[in-house]
Each structure stands twice: as C-alpha cells, then as structure tokens.
C-alpha cells in the first residue's frame, strides 16, 4: 500500500468511528478560528461603540431633562417675584394714602385734603412713571382700532371731530412703550 492508500484507509475508518480526520480537522479548526477572530473582534468593537453612544444618548436626555424641569423653576420663581421692584416703590405710596386717610378722619379744612390727595396722586403717577407706565393721548385723535377700544359712536360736534375721539371713558397705557391697556374711547361719526 501506498501512502496515500493508507491516509484514506485510516481517514475512512476515523470518520466510521465518527472522528474527523486529523488533516481536514486542523484545516477546518483554522478556517473557522481564521474567520471568527476577526468577526468576534469587529463584533465586540462594535458592541463597545454602540455602548459608548448609549451612554452618551442617555446622559445627553438626563442632562437636557435636569435643564428642561432648571428653566422652569427659574421661570416659576421670576414670575413670582417679577412685580418685587413696582410692589417695593407703591409702597411709599402706600404709606402715604394712610397717612391722608388718617388725616381725612379727624381733618376740617376741605382745601388742606385736597392738596394732600393731590401730592398722593402725583406720587403715584411719577412713581409709576419711572416703572416704565406712559398714559396714551386719545382726546381728538383719529380712532385706531389697534390702540382703541370704541364703545360708542355719537354725532361729532364739529365736521373736523368725525372719526375721531371725542370722550376717554378709560385712559389707555404703554408700559416701555409696549399696549398693555387698550383706551376706552366715544367716537364722532
């Protein structure tokens, strides 16, 4: 017998007694270690780059959620004190309608009460002024339904009064020169 006989003859007879052939067992450990190193490393490269992305996806949404519920605390607590800085200025102002109310009680001169509520008033008006508060012009205006609010219309006195403002019932007023109060206005027609 030959070599090659023989390597058939034992191949035939390990693979009766259901074993591989040393030969082709090698060959097919190799092929299949040779392919599956380089797919097991790509694969786990992979997998740690799709963890990595994870973890950064996660913390990016954690982070915008702390940000998201931050902004509105902050903006809850701005509206809450938003009104502080004209609250603290009416207060003089406060102070003063006691201490004219006090006076009204036990006070007999009319001229005296007046000039006092005239001083309130004017402390009123320059306190609010200075907030930023700018009463609209309306008498004789032309009527402008973006900054007037017509309750009626009635005959102009004069031909030169129609469709202008003859009576405010309600004065109108910018805030930094921003409507935040349309004017109440009678009309000429």
Known sequence: MTDKEKDIQTDSQDTANGQQ???????????????????????????????????????LVA????????????????????????????????????????QLETATDIDAMRDGVVLVFNKLKSTLQAKGLRPMESMHEEFNPDMHEAITEIPAPAEDLKGKVIDELQKGYY???????????????
């Open 175 to 189: 805030l930094n020169d921003k409507l935040i109060r349309y004017a109440k206005v009678v009309v000429g027609k």
């Open 63 to 102: 982070e915008f959620d702390n940000f998201r519920k931050r902004t509105a605390k902050e903006r809850v607590e701005l509206i809450q004190t938003a009104n502080k800085e004209v609250i603290l200025a009416m207060l003089d102002v406060l102070d003063d309608c006691d201490r004219a109310y006090r």
């Open 21 to 59: 052939p040393a030969a082709e067992e090698n060959n097919a450990g190799g092929n299949v270690q040779a392919e599956k190193a380089p797919e097991e490393g790509e694969l786990e490269k992979k997998q740690q780059e799709l963890n990595e992305i994870r973890d950064k996806y996660l913390r």
